[in-house]
């Protein structure tokens, strides 16, 4: 299934984020990139699948190695990041932005701005990159919408790793 923007609107913020997530893994194992910190970054942003409470989520992305927030990250990421011509960091911002933007104001549809600007700097677009299992499986609706069970999150998740 492609990522269409009449597809991607249909998504609740939970589901968009969780898709951005999707999409930074898919890139940087695409690109031979993939890390222990992108993993953990990838894995918090799944998790908003299962969590209720967003605030403790998003300080939990807080503490993470690579949380794309413009703090200090790891070497080896400098590394990735300076070979892919900044590409990393502003794949790894974008996704971040998904949910981030939508905690701190009504306007959700800055979520979907940067996701699609996420499927714009990875250059997944118009790729059929989410196995149709997958996206099925992201609650569809507006606002954060509801969670999944834990059950349907670990699909997911062993759907990537």
């Excluded at 953990?40 to 794309?68: C, F, R």
């Excluded at 011509?85 to 996704?95: E, K």
Aim: hydrophobic share 40%.
């Amino acid at each position: 299934m492609l990522l269409n923007e009449k597809f991607l609107k249909s998504l609740t913020i939970r589901s968009m984020q969780a898709l951005g997530g999707l999409i930074v893994h898919h890139f940087f194992s695409k690109q031979g990139n993939i890390n222990k910190d992108i993993e953990i970054l990838v894995l918090h942003q799944l998790s908003i699948l299962i969590k209720d409470n967003l605030l403790e989520w998003e300080n939990m992305g807080a503490t993470l190695p690579i949380n794309g927030r413009g703090d200090p990250v790891p070497e080896d990421f400098k590394g990735i990041d300076k070979k892919l011509n900044g590409i990393a960091s502003q794949a790894i911002d974008y996704s971040t932005e998904i949910g981030l933007c939508s905690l701190y104001t009504s306007d959700h549809r800055e979520s979907l701005f940067f996701l699609l600007k996420l499927l714009s700097v990875t250059d997944l677009a118009e790729k059929n990159i989410i196995d149709a299992t997958t996206l099925d499986l992201l609650p569809k609706g507006s606002g954060w919408g509801s969670t999944i069970s834990t059950e349907e999150h670990s699909i997911i998740v062993r759907n990537i790793i």
